[in-house]
């Protein structure tokens, strides 16, 4: 009877915020807010928006982000699955899967900018030997017009969701069986694997591919850390309006909230463009027989590219600790001059409650999330199916839905019933966003338990409630606790929900970190974004030990 709640709370978590976030949106889009003094339908405020400067140059930026991001990301990952599959170099990527996805956006943001500023590590390592330089150069990187420092913070991030992605989809195309087949006709590895095993792996991938379209063309915290300012992309100017004190700008940031969905939708169908033109081409090149023999170029590429994207973020992070602890530290000296911990000791007390709120969000959230999928996880076993396709795509639809398209009606809806900037309703707009990962990340090692340890305690009479307390849940504790500290990490990395839900009065981490951005000083930056960075390699570490400590005299009881 408990698991048919699972079903329903899902949807419910996955479907009601946004409806009514949408709903909240159109509504004062369109000019209508009663509290605000809206009580008529009108245009006025996409007139209004419509006048505001470089608002095309803006939305063009969030395009091109999104496609940009989007396509890079997946070329890295299709070239390194075709070129190095079933080899000991992939497999160590996977061993780097945890920590690179644990990392937050924003913390892998001030990572770059650490590395690539023309003050930054790179720079010091190089001058003045290399360069010359014993003064930063005057070259805009960081913030650069084009945003392109915004597009590589996004795509070093997700590399290693797609590659994750494509890691859970790669058994059901049979890799070894395929693979040999397209060998034995003369493929070479890149060209088997796109002619005989990408036609099958993407079409599984292909909501989480939209998923980074989504995401990429509407982040706030990667792009007011990395994007440009002159003008800045959409959604940091939407936040903008949204946050200033004249409150009749809500009208108008309902408005641009509504151009940004439009914005994420054609970049999806352009994508779907790009897509139907990729087949076509691949196609050609198969009737042609193209079989690309030699490819060892191609190998070393998507090993060095996978490789660079993995280095970024560990040297980033190398930069954040070390210019947290830093004293003197003048251009262009590789190493500080000397080593303080006054920085810290000046911090701690101020990250106190920014730290209460993110770890009561993040366990609370994820906590949550887990008991929700297990219940429908559960379920499924009852029903003895899985969800159809519709059912499915609606794990993705927060992920789809640009965030600042109904979260500004989500927080509009908390304030009407006075819940906003509180804990329960922060848990609940984080727990919007854990779900998915929560369900994604537990279904597959839920459905490949043996289920004849169940039919066996059956057959000794115990009951399906003891069955799972006793036996699935022992031995399924490995991934339900990895899956935990991936929610965990999720809800770390949140910047919009806490910003709108949270109204300022709720900080995080993440807030405290972003909101520094603008201010310079790397050492506090560094602080901050080192404990954005530590709080989910903590969860990991923590979902890793105390399985081990837990069953390591029970070696046949780990999962």
């Keep these: 009877m408990l698991t048919r709640l699972g079903p329903v709370l899902a949807i419910g978590l996955l479907t009601l915020p946004v409806a009514f976030g949408l709903a909240g949106t159109v509504l004062p889009a369109f000019g209508y807010l009663p509290a605000l003094g809206g009580k008529h339908f009108s245009l006025d405020p996409f007139a209004v928006l419509a006048t505001e400067p470089a608002l095309f140059a803006s939305a063009g930026m969030s395009l091109v982000a999104g496609l940009g991001t989007a396509l890079v990301s997946l070329t890295v ?131 989480p591919v939209f998923a980074v379209i989504a995401f990429a063309s509407s982040v706030v915290d990667v792009a007011a850390i990395l994007g440009p300012t002159a003008p800045a992309p959409l959604a940091v100017r939407l936040v903008g309006w949204m946050s200033d004190p004249d409150l009749s700008m809500r009208f108008l940031a309902s408005a641009g909230a509504l151009l940004q969905l439009a914005v994420t939708a054609l970049a999806i169908a352009i994508w779907i463009g790009l897509e139907k033109a990729a087949t076509g081409l691949r196609d050609r090149f198969a009737f042609a027989g193209v079989r690309l023999r030699c490819d060892g170029m191609v190998r070393a590429g998507a090993l060095a590219m996978m490789l ?14 070390l210019w947290s602890v830093a004293g003197l530290w003048p251009f262009p000296d590789a190493m500080p001059a000397s080593y303080s911990l006054r920085t810290w000791m000046r911090a701690l007390p101020q990250l106190r409650d920014p730290m209460l709120t993110t770890l009561a ?159 310079g000083n790397r050492r506090v930056i560094g602080v901050y974004a080192f404990m954005q960075m530590f709080l989910p390699i903590l969860g990991f570490a923590v979902a890793t030990l105390v399985p081990a400590l837990i069953f390591r005299r029970f070696r046949d009881m780990q999962y």
Excluded at 96 to 118: Q, T
Excluded at 308 to 321: D, Q
Excluded at 416 to 421: C, D, K
Excluded at 432 to 461: I, N, S
Aim: one cysteine or more.
């Design 308 to 321: 660079t994207s993995a280095a970024i973020i560990f040297a980033g992070l190398a930069a954040l600790a």
């Design 361 to 519: 969000a993040a366990f609370g959230s994820s906590a949550v999330a887990v008991v929700i999928a297990i219940l429908c996880l559960a379920h499924e076993d009852r029903m003895g199916h899985a969800p159809g396709r519709w059912a499915f795509s609606l794990i993705y639809l927060p992920l789809l839905v640009p965030q600042v398209a109904f979260l500004f009606g989500l927080q509009l809806l908390f304030v009407l019933a006075g819940v906003e900037a509180t804990m329960p309703a922060l848990m609940l707009a984080h727990l919007v966003f854990v779900l998915p990962y929560a369900y994604l990340g537990l279904k597959d090692p839920w459905r490949a338990f043996d289920r004849r340890y169940d039919q066996l305690a059956a057959g000794l009479g115990k009951r399906a409630w003891r069955r799972f307390l006793h036996i699935r849940l022992p031995m399924l504790a490995r991934p339900i606790l990895a899956v935990m500290a991936i929610g965990f990490a999720v809800s770390v990395g949140l910047y919009l929900p806490t910003v709108l839900i949270g109204a300022g009065r709720l900080t995080t981490v993440t807030t405290e970190a972003v909101a520094l951005a603008s201010g």
């Design 77 to 207: 990952v299709m070239l390194f699955t075709a070129a190095w599959v079933g080899t000991p170099a992939f497999r160590r990527m996977e061993r780097l899967l945890s920590p690179l996805l644990s990392v937050p956006h924003a913390a892998a943001a001030f990572a770059l900018a650490f590395l690539i500023a023309p003050s930054g590590l790179i720079a010091r390592i190089v001058s003045p030997e290399l360069t010359g330089w014993q003064r930063p150069p005057d070259i805009l990187i960081v913030n650069d017009p084009m945003g392109l420092s915004m597009m590589a913070g996004l795509v070093v991030k997700e590399i290693p969701f797609l590659l994750l992605m494509t890691l859970a989809a790669l058994p059901q195309a049979r890799p070894v069986r395929t693979r040999a087949l397209v060998a034995s006709m003369g493929y070479g590895r890149v060209a088997g694997f796109v002619f005989g095993l990408w036609p099958v792996i993407y079409p599984q991938i292909r909501l």
